[in-house]
């Protein structure tokens, strides 16, 4: 192994070695482009590995379950894409996907013959901690989020 002379990082075959995040906290970020719902799965993956062996399974499922529910509703419901991020610090993961449409969502219970449609922030508000929309500070668009407490 090898140090980068600019970097001080370790490198192996001339390419950079990952440093693992602390156990305290670990965190990832995805663009997600407009009408890409084949990323919904992407995003759920890369989700599952930041909270393997740092959540229990039963966490990890709702915590999948809920950011594909927060992600497909911002492809679907809005114009644009989104820029999804997820953080674990100190037992506590918060998840905020942003998009760029005004609107604000709203839970609905939706009739008994919908099928399975309108029900992802209902799951939302049954499953997280806490969860809430806010607006975002410059420009059009907001951000959805949920937390989940004990994550760790």
Not at 69 to 84: D, K, M, S
Request: aromatic residues 4%; contains cysteine.
């Amino acid at each position: 192994m090898r140090v980068g002379a600019k970097t001080g990082k370790p490198w192996r075959r001339g390419r950079p070695v990952p440093r693992e995040p602390s156990q305290d906290q670990a965190e990832m970020t995805r663009s997600v482009r407009r009408a890409d719902l084949k990323a919904v799965g992407r995003v759920r993956r890369e989700l599952r590995e930041l909270l393997r062996q740092r959540c229990g399974a039963d966490t990890a499922h709702v915590a999948e379950l809920l950011i594909t529910e927060l992600v497909t509703n911002a492809l679907v419901h809005t114009e644009g894409g989104a820029e999804v991020s997820a953080r674990l610090k100190d037992a506590r993961l918060r998840v905020e996907v942003r998009d760029a449409a005004a609107r604000r969502p709203r839970p609905f219970v939706p009739s008994a013959d919908d099928g399975t449609h309108g029900r992802g922030l209902v799951l939302v508000e049954a499953l997280a901690d806490s969860w809430g929309v806010d607006p975002l500070a410059l420009g059009p668009g907001k951000v959805v989020w949920f937390e989940l407490e004990d994550a760790g």
